[in-house]
């Protein structure tokens, strides 16, 4: 009999874009959606109860009830699992496998839900735009770092921006409608990502969220969303899915402009190796004992031409 993941997946591509996004939360979100009513559910997303009910019925359930009992089994099952695991394996090999099986499940899940017009329009908003700007907050800072150094591999104008309200207005001020904004978030926990997003909206940039939550704010407010599973064990959250997918759109991007890739990759050479030629020549203008005004010689040892 097949999970309900594996019957939303079947269905997915049939899908409307008002239950395609109940869908990706179930599929990300099935642990919190066991302990939601159908109610809570449809508040959390936005839409009216009758569109959860009607979506259960779609993928061949009576109703949302016996959808929730098959995900409440499933989370069950799972927090077995895990448990399981841990305590039979912790301190052995078996259990950092088992983390990277989850990764690798996260990352097959992220395959499957890509829509090929999301990829499209990810990429050629990020090819064209003049300048990039990736925004994280937390443990999220990073990654928009990371984020940043892997788009300019490709010779990409991307920069990551620690929002303040002062960097937020001088980055949405001084910003053009060819400049794209980009939030990471895989929690949803950043308020100051989700402002600065929102009123850039409004000015007329471009947007796009990379998210671990697909109910997450910027989600919402971006006009391009790419959603990251980013289930562990014991259910902890994790950016393996989010690191591979940020890895994947680099090389992505690289494969898309070869003709950018070489003339970034022949002009960082040069510029390279004029620094490190130019290093050697500062290094040998060095005179430590100007600097630190001795002779060199050892405390208690007088200089050479006084012996």
Do not use: W
């Amino acid at each position: 009999m097949p999970t309900f993941q594996e019957t939303i997946r079947s269905y997915y591509a049939r899908l409307s874009p008002s239950f395609r996004r109940v869908a990706d939360f179930l599929l990300n979100n099935y642990h919190e959606a066991a302990f939601m009513t159908a109610t809570q559910l449809a508040d959390r997303l936005e839409v009216d109860p009758a569109t959860i009910v009607r979506f259960a019925q779609r993928l061949g359930y009576p109703g949302y009830p016996e959808l929730l009992r098959e995900i409440r089994e499933t989370v069950r099952a799972e927090m077995q699992r895990s448990l399981a695991e841990v305590s039979a394996e912790a301190g052995k090999a078996d259990l950092l496998r088992s983390a990277l099986s989850h990764e690798r499940d996260n990352i097959d899940q992220m395959r499957t839900q890509l829509r090929d017009n999301d990829v499209e329009s990810l990429t050629e908003a990020l090819l064209k735009a003049h300048r990039i700007f990736v925004l994280g907050e937390g443990t999220d800072a990073p990654i928009a770092e990371l984020l940043a150094a892997l788009l300019r591999e490709p010779g990409l104008q991307a920069q990551a921006v620690t929002i303040t309200l002062s960097e937020a207005t001088h980055l949405i001020q001084d910003a053009t409608p060819d400049d794209v904004v980009v939030g990471l978030s895989l929690l949803g926990l950043c308020p100051d990502v989700s402002n600065a997003m929102y009123i850039a909206s409004r000015h007329g940039l471009q947007t796009i969220a990379i998210v671990g939550n697909p109910s997450a704010r910027p989600a919402q407010i971006a006009k391009i969303v790419i959603v990251c599973p980013s289930h562990a064990l014991l259910n902890l959250p994790s950016y393996g899915g989010m690191l591979s997918f940020l890895a994947a759109l680099s090389q992505t991007l690289a494969m898309r402009a070869p003709d950018r890739l070489a003339e970034f990759n022949t002009k960082f050479q040069e510029i390279y190796n004029e620094l490190s030629q130019n290093l050697l020549h500062e290094v040998r203008r060095i005179d430590i004992s100007k600097i630190l005004g001795t002779t060199g010689a050892p405390p208690g040892v007088p200089p050479a031409e006084a012996r």
